[in-house]
């Protein structure tokens, strides 16, 4: 069964840094995109930042300058090094994948259960 499994998540002051990380596992045959997403309660879920296979990013305007994503296809992993923490950062984080399973002949969209931030000014 094709899972995601964050870490990294955690308490920080303002200022401070934290790195998250995703591990993708399972009968994977490929991954295409990978992104870290968040979402805190009433909002809806927002993109924080995304790389493709062949290493293109996108982030957000918040994230643009104090993160960074990187991944490790060997290793179906993909990274987010949050740096310069503020308090609007507080939210649940949320791994994704755009892959395709092993014996299944299209890409679907898979997430992870989600790890916490919290940041106090």
């Known amino acids: 069964q094709v899972q995601l499994v964050e870490s990294g998540g955690g308490s920080v002051q303002a200022g401070g840094s934290l790195r998250l990380s995703c591990a993708a596992s399972?009968?994977?045959?490929?991954?295409?995109?990978m992104a870290w997403h968040r979402q805190t309660p009433g909002k809806e879920r927002e993109l924080v930042a995304r790389?493709?296979?062949?290493?293109?990013?996108d982030y957000a305007d918040s994230a643009k300058g104090r993160f960074t994503i990187t991944r490790d296809n060997a290793e179906k992993a993909v990274y987010l090094q949050m740096n310069s923490l503020e308090a609007e950062d507080t939210s649940t984080y949320y791994c994704?994948?755009?892959?395709?399973?092993?014996?299944?002949?299209?890409?679907?969209?898979?997430w992870g259960p989600g790890t916490q931030v919290t940041v106090s000014s």
């Open positions: 399972g009968p994977i045959f490929a991954i295409r995109d």
């Open positions: 994704y994948a755009n892959l395709r399973p092993l014996n299944i002949y299209v890409y679907r969209d898979y």
């Open positions: 790389i493709t296979r062949d290493g293109d990013l």
